[in-house]
């Protein structure tokens, strides 16, 4: 039998006999349970400052401290204070002058691409009139074929452009002018942009 189990055994002997002495039964736990809060009792009191009262002074009891008479004052009067005008200010009417226009807001032009239904195989329209800053879509509705089309610029805006049937290609004008595009698979077909 080893250390560990001999201690056990020793400690279940010397309870059994605690136990006896105390009358059996649960007894013996309510004498321990006892025991243990008087031990805790004891070492509060001897641990916690004030609970004690001590020679030095420093116990629980508060001592009373004399309080000092304040001599009555009589209250002064506050000053009065003139009120002083507040200046109003004048406001001179805003002179009625022409109306501000808002800038123009850039626009979207549409362009189909769509020959085989226009009378002379062309874009749809032929030719379209901007404002500066606006922008042109392209868009292949080729139902007829549902070819694509190379959208050429013959002022060299852009590079030739492939717009697959249900596609588009977009370009915004930014300069006044006069603009011609064409496609290359279609010599015939020949639009026009101006710009304002």
């Not at 309510?30 to 009262?53: D, N, Q, S, T, Y």
């Not at 006069?178 to 026009?192: L, P």
Request: glycine letters at 8%.
């Amino acid at each position: 039998m080893g250390f560990a189990s001999e201690m056990y055994v020793k400690i279940l002997d010397s309870w059994d006999e605690f136990n006896e002495w105390c009358g059996g039964g649960s007894r013996g736990l309510l004498v321990v349970a006892a025991l243990a809060l008087l031990i805790l009792a004891l070492l509060a009191v001897v641990f916690v400052p004030g609970l004690m009262p001590t020679d030095d002074g420093e116990g629980v009891v508060a001592e009373e401290t004399p309080t000092k008479q304040v001599p009555e004052t009589k209250p002064t009067a506050a000053p009065t204070v003139a009120p002083t005008a507040i200046p109003t200010p004048t406001t001179e009417p805003t002179p009625i002058g022409t109306p501000v226009t808002p800038a123009h807001l850039p626009e979207i032009h549409t362009v189909v691409i769509n020959p085989y239904v226009t009378p002379s195989f062309n874009f749809n329209p032929v030719n379209c009139t901007i404002a500066r800053n606006d922008s042109v879509v392209w868009i292949n509705e080729d139902t007829s074929k549902q070819g694509k089309y190379i959208l050429t610029s013959d002022d060299g805006l852009w590079q030739p452009v492939e717009i697959p049937f249900g596609s588009e290609f977009t370009y915004t004008f930014n300069s006044t002018g006069t603009y011609h595009y064409g496609c290359e698979y279609f010599h015939s077909m020949q639009g026009t942009i101006i710009v304002k």
